[in-house]
């Protein structure tokens, strides 16, 4: 809905209602957040007692106090003292207990949300731009949380109460003072405004850095291969140019900020005490009460400059709340859905598409997939194959609902797939992708995302049947080997074939192979492939091969082009077909070439 506001943040009522809605993570934490205002309280107020004090001794010290004597102030002090440093320990530990376990609820949840966003989602944004988000602004709402938010509402306490006793001091010098005001605080209100602008330029443009950053470390290989090195530091030094060139305008701001502020309070301050004098002179007050103002009024400037600052900070951090509601309020895949989807165990497995029209929404112009319709019944191993583009990888993708058709419809077990629930609708599914990318842990937690709850005799079975354990076995860690960030210190065939064992571990109803056989050498290709036939028993099996030889006893083969399904038959048929697209593909691959 406010899509709009969270681009061009204001620091309007609505805005800022908006951005208190965050303190819902702190709801849990309400006691400890209470008590830490309460002695942030205690202990602003207990500050405003020392000028009082100095200003006494003063007093004391030229004899016009005659029935107190020094000592006695001093222990007065001393006491107040203490009581400062119990109260600020404990004050700190709360507001520590608040802002530690609010942030990392907010971390936690954040990325829930983001990691149920729909694939377009992540097509549309950013890895490193993400990944800025959780950490970059949710640092910002910790230290606001912690340390800004007691900051601001301490230095208002010492304002209000500041000014407060100045007025009963002195009202003729505290009006003196008081004619400042306003100008500092309409000037503040003014850069703050504008400081906050460039506050968010330079967090985007550090965005953009990272994404740089964590692009290229994340391919180190191509980087390397294609010895781009020299390329991408030019590319990060010239974003990262962009980065000081924005920083030094936001600098320039807050120093513009901070000379404005000096100077008022300074200026403000030396007529004060000049006035001071005077009254001093003349007889209107002591010169221990003068020492006291001029102490109250350098704390007050001091609360001044100190809020400018932490006003520009707060507004900040509603800026960094607004992103990071963003993606809050966001709807996940899930709710994206009507309600009362229908909650499937163990499906057939029949999957038919009807004039199935589609077109990436991150590429709209472009149709992929232009009217694919074909039946494959439960049980059933269909093949599919075409030139490297013409949208294999897409049907499978439509299959999962990552994306859904712009026209026509695909079901399963003959309904609609977006009635299902999505959850145990995917649960039905295992794939074997064309790029198996592994998590960071062992090759045990990497079998194991097939079914989180098997058995060590299942996950051996498993990899077995896989074809993998022999591998697996010649490791000295064997199952709990480190596979590595991604899964790179794994050949690609090793790679493919703990895949493989972790679709055999979920039992799925419906079996996806891209290419699942593309990084195996002849032997260990026909072993997997025995494999695989063992696991497509029983169940709907969609592969995609490049290598004909793979699917030549498959019980259908649809060949795609240009969008659309051109033939489809079994191995026999098409190669039958005169002039066929399968039967000039087949004739390349299974005749020798003489040369
Ligand atoms: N996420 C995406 N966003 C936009 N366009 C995409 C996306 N993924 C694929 N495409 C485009 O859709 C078309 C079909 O891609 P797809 O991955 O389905 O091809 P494929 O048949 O699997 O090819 P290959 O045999 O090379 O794997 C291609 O033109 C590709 O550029
Ligand atoms: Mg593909």
Redesign the pocket.
């Given at each position: 809905m406010d899509q709009k506001e969270s681009t061009r943040p204001k620091l309007s009522r609505e805005s800022l209602r908006e951005a208190l809605k965050i303190f819902a993570f702190v709801k849990p934490y309400r006691w400890q957040f209470i008590a830490g205002l309460v002695l942030l309280f205690l202990s602003s107020t207990v500050f405003l007692v020392f000028p009082k004090i100095i200003g006494q001794m003063l007093d004391v010290a030229q004899g016009l106090s005659p029935n107190v004597d020094l000592w006695q102030i001093g222990m007065w002090l001393v006491g107040v003292l203490v009581f400062q440093a119990v109260v600020s320990y404990f004050r700190v530990l709360m507001f520590a207990e608040v802002s530690e376990k609010g942030t990392a609820d907010i971390r936690v949840a954040l990325y829930k949300r983001l990691i149920s966003q729909p694939i377009v989602f992540f097509?549309k944004s950013r890895v490193g731009e993400l990944v800025s988000r959780v950490t970059n602004d949710v640092e910002k709402l910790y230290n606001t949380f912690y340390f800004i938010l007691a900051e601001f509402i301490r230095q208002i306490i010492i304002l209000i109460g500041g000014i407060g006793v100045l007025l009963i001091m002195s009202p003729r010098l505290a009006g003196v003072m008081l004619a400042t005001f306003p100008l500092i605080v309409i000037g503040a209100m003014a850069f703050g405004r504008w400081v906050r602008k460039l506050s968010k330029e330079r967090q985007d443009q550090l965005g953009q850095s990272n994404t740089i950053l964590d692009e290229t470390l994340q391919s180190i290989h191509a980087v390397k291969a294609f010895t781009n090195e020299l390329f991408e530091s030019r590319r990060y030094a010239k974003s990262n140019d962009s980065v000081v060139r924005v920083s030094m305008r936001y600098a320039k701001g807050r120093a513009v900020f901070s000379v404005f502020i000096i100077t008022m309070l300074f200026g403000a301050l030396f007529f004060v005490i000049g006035y001071g004098m005077y009254m001093v002179q003349t007889g209107q007050i002591t010169a221990g009460q003068l020492i006291s103002f001029v102490t109250y009024t350098a704390i007050i400037g001091g609360a001044i400059a100190g809020l400018g600052n932490f006003y520009t900070e707060l507004v900040g951090a509603v800026g960094a709340t607004e992103r990071v509601r963003e993606i809050l309020n966001s709807q996940s895949e899930a709710e994206k859905r009507p309600a009362n989807q229908r909650v499937v165990g163990h499906l057939r497995g029949d999957v038919s598409f009807n004039n199935v029209h589609f077109a990436?929404p991150?590429?709209s112009d472009?149709e992929?997939l232009k009217g694919v319709s074909f039946d494959i019944p439960s049980g059933k191993k269909v093949a599919l194959v075409?030139?490297?583009?013409?949208?294999?990888?897409?049907?499978m993708?439509l299959l999962l609902q990552f994306h859904f058709p712009d026209q026509g419809q695909i079901l399963v077990d003959g309904h609609a797939i977006d009635n299902y629930d999505l959850e145990s609708y995917r649960q039905n599914f295992a794939i074997v992708p064309?790029e198996v990318i592994l998590f960071g842990g062992t090759i045990r937690e990497n079998i194991l995302y097939g079914k989180p709850e098997a058995t060590e005799a299942e996950i051996v079975a498993a990899a077995q049947k896989a074809n993998a354990w022999d591998f697996i076995r010649t490791f000295p860690e064997g199952l709990e080997t480190i596979v590595g960030e991604r899964g790179i210190k794994l050949s690609g065939g090793q790679r493919q074939r703990i895949a493989i064992a972790r679709a055999i571990l979920r039992d799925p109803a419906i079996l996806l192979l891209?290419?699942a056989t593309s990084s195996l050498d002849a032997e260990s290709e026909k072993t997997v492939q025995d494999a695989l036939n063992n696991l497509m028993e029983g169940r709907t099996s969609i592969i995609?091969a490049?290598r004909l030889a793979t699917i030549r006893d498959v019980d259908c083969i649809f060949v795609?082009e240009g969008g659309r399904i051109v033939e489809q038959g079994t191995h026999e048929e098409l190669s039958a077909l005169h002039n066929g697209v399968y039967s000039s593909l087949a004739k390349l691959q299974f005749e020798p070439v003489l040369g």
């Open positions: 097509e990436y991150t590429r472009v992929v075409g030139q490297s583009g013409a949208g294999k990888s897409t049907l993708q064309q891209d290419e995609i490049h795609l």
